[in-house]
């Protein structure tokens, strides 16, 4: 009975293990995904990943609410092949981010 109870739960740890894997971008990915940003959007400035599930993305801010650029940069990551990864993207201002060392968010969108 016991090796049963620790089978299940070595067996449950490694399905469980395997899941959130795939619920993040992969260091490659990341650097692939803002090296695309960066050369392929104009609106793009600068863009880093904070972690495995946010994406900052630098814009001019042109006083606008930018959710829906994020909305766009979430279906970009679903282009790239990142549909179904829990990210999180915000649009920071990237004047006030050189100017004054602070991350602004003009906006925000959970992509998933």
């Known amino acids: 009975m016991k090796k049963i ?3 299940t739960t070595l067996l449950s ?15 490659t990915d990341q650097k692939a ?3 695309y940003l960066i050369k ?3 609106t793009v400035k600068d863009a880093a990943w904070s972690n ?3 994406l900052k ?3 001019i801010d042109n006083g606008t609410n930018r ?4 909305q766009y940069i979430c279906e970009v990551l679903s282009q790239k092949g990142q549909q179904g990864k829990q990210v999180t993207v915000k649009v920071i201002d990237i004047q006030k981010l050189l100017n004054t060392n602070k991350w602004v ?8």
């Open 105 to 112: 968010t003009i906006g925000e969108k959970h992509c998933s």
């Open 33 to 35: 995904i803002t090296s």
């Open 67 to 70: 959710d829906g650029y994020a």
């Open 40 to 42: 392929n959007e104009p």
């Open 13 to 27: 740890s490694i399905l469980v293990g395997c899941g959130e894997k795939h619920d993040v971008v992969s260091e």
């Open 52 to 54: 495995n599930s946010t």
């Open 5 to 7: 109870i620790l089978l």
């Open 57 to 59: 993305v630098g814009v």
